[in-house]
Every structure is written in structure tokens, then in C-alpha cells.
């Protein structure tokens, strides 16, 4: 009778919820990928709501819902964490680089003048480039760049040195197919990048308010700035030359 009865409460209590473990009473593959995603999202959330300072350890493993040896184990200490963080929205800041240069690579057909797909591609890289988020790591990479100078070396080798060389084989696609005349596609890439995302970028995060539709025209005259220089043979130039009316003053 008491052991029936034990059985029946037993029964009625909801199963507590919990990491899936293996057999060995680690959790799972699947289950130590979520939780690393979980960790990382919860971690760039507070990074960019308090700053690098003002967010500790014990709040990002109480937010993830992890313990404070966990992230110490997967991260060391809390530079490693934001590096880690870090390493993710570089990813994502260099993704329609990373597009465009692979479709250039598979030789793909791709639709438009190659001031379109420029002006496209610059479109994306304004929009990544001047959101709050990137904002704010900039002004928390500008912050700790000093005293955090692994940082400053990761946000350059990762982020910018990796975007130039990108950008480079791109240009280097369309250089060999005739559509652009580079002497150096490293430095037109840098310029280019420069030229598209670099001043509206510094303005934003020196605070000063950004109007997006003018971001977009001061883009898009600059992208046709870099074409004129980088079209091709003077021929080409003195063509369209003959097309371009200087506006009514």
C-alpha cells in the first residue's frame, strides 16, 4: 500500500528540466553546442548593454543559465569570452563580403552592371557596418584597445585585414574578366572599403547622428568615384565621359 501510493506521487511530479547528459554524465554534443550558443548570444547582449567593464563573469553565467566554472573552462576569463563574442559579429560584418567573393569564385552568373552589384554590396556593408551593434563594439574595441591590445590585434587581423583580402579577390575576379583595371587590388580594396563604409562609420561612432538615405547617395557617388579611376582602358573612360552632364547649377 505505501509503496503504491509512493509510486502514485512519484508519478504526479513534473520532470525536472536539465542539460541532456551522455552516460558518462557530460552533456551531449548537441546539448554543449546549444549551450555555448546560448552562452555567447547572452554574452554579446550584456556586452553591448553595459560595456566590457561593467559586465562580469557571474552576470553572463546567471543570464545563460550556466555555471561560473563553465565559462571559465570554455573561455578562460572574460577577454577571452569577448573575443569569443567578437569573433561572431566579425562573421557577420563579413558575410556579404564573403558571399560576393564566393559567387565570384564558382563563376556564377550574377545580374547588373558591376556599379549595381557594387552599389549593392556597399548597400549591405552600410547597413552591417552602421547598425547600433557595431557601434557599439567599436566604441568598446576604441575603449579597451590599450589596455586589451590582443583585442585591438584580433579586430584587425580577423576583421579588417580579412575584409581587404576578401574584397581583394573579388575585385580580382572582376579584374579578370575584363569589367575593372587595378594595379594593386589590395589597395583598392582598402580604399574601396574606405570609401563605402569608413566616414559614415567614424561619424556614427563618434555620436553624431546618421541619416541612412544620405549614407546611400554619399555611397553611391563614391563607389562611381572608385569606378571612374578603376573602369579600364582610357577608351572606356572617353566613352563614358560622353554620356555625363555636369548637374545645372
Known amino acids: 500500500m505505501g509503496l503504491t501510493a509512493t509510486k502514485a506521487k512519484a508519478a504526479k511530479q513534473p520532470a525536472k528540466r536539465g542539460v541532456t547528459k551522455s552516460r558518462g554524465g557530460r552533456p551531449t554534443r548537441d546539448a554543449a553546442i546549444e549551450r555555448d550558443q546560448r552562452l555567447i548570444e547572452v554574452a554579446t547582449r550584456l556586452f553591448l548593454e553595459r560595456g566590457f567593464d561593467a559586465t562580469s563573469i557571474d552576470a553572463v553565467a546567471e543570464a545563460a543559465r550556466v555555471s561560473k566554472p563553465t565559462v571559465y573552462a570554455q573561455y578562460g576569463d572574460k577577454r577571452g569570452l569577448f573575443a569569443a563574442v567578437l569573433r561572431r559579429e566579425i562573421a557577420r560584418w563579413l558575410a556579404p563580403l564573403a558571399a560576393a567573393a564566393a559567387e565570384a569564385q564558382a563563376g556564377g552568373s550574377c545580374d547588373g552592371s558591376v556599379e549595381e552589384r557594387l552599389i549593392e554590396l556597399g548597400r549591405q556593408l552600410l547597413v552591417l557596418n552602421c547598425s547600433a551593434d557595431s557601434i557599439a563594439f567599436s566604441r568598446i574595441l576604441t575603449a579597451q584597445a590599450i589596455n586589451f591590445p590582443e583585442v585591438a590585434k584580433l579586430a584587425v587581423d580577423e576583421g579588417w585585414s580579412k575584409a581587404v ?54 555611397m553611391e557617388v563614391s563607389i562611381r568615384l572608385f569606378l571612374a579611376g578603376a573602369v579600364g ?10 554620356t555625363r552632364r555636369r548637374p545645372a547649377r
Open 165 to 218: 583580402s576578401t574584397t581583394a579577390d573579388f575585385f580580382d575576379h572582376l579584374a579578370d574578366n575584363g569589367a575593372l583595371d587595378l594595379e594593386d587590388t589590395t589597395i583598392a580594396a582598402e580604399t574601396f572599403l574606405n570609401m563605402v563604409v569608413g566616414h559614415t562609420h567614424r561619424m556614427a561612432t563618434f555620436g553624431i547622428p546618421i541619416d541612412m538615405k544620405t549614407a546611400e547617395t554619399r
Open 233 to 242: 582602358p582610357q577608351d572606356r573612360l572617353r566613352d563614358a565621359a560622353k
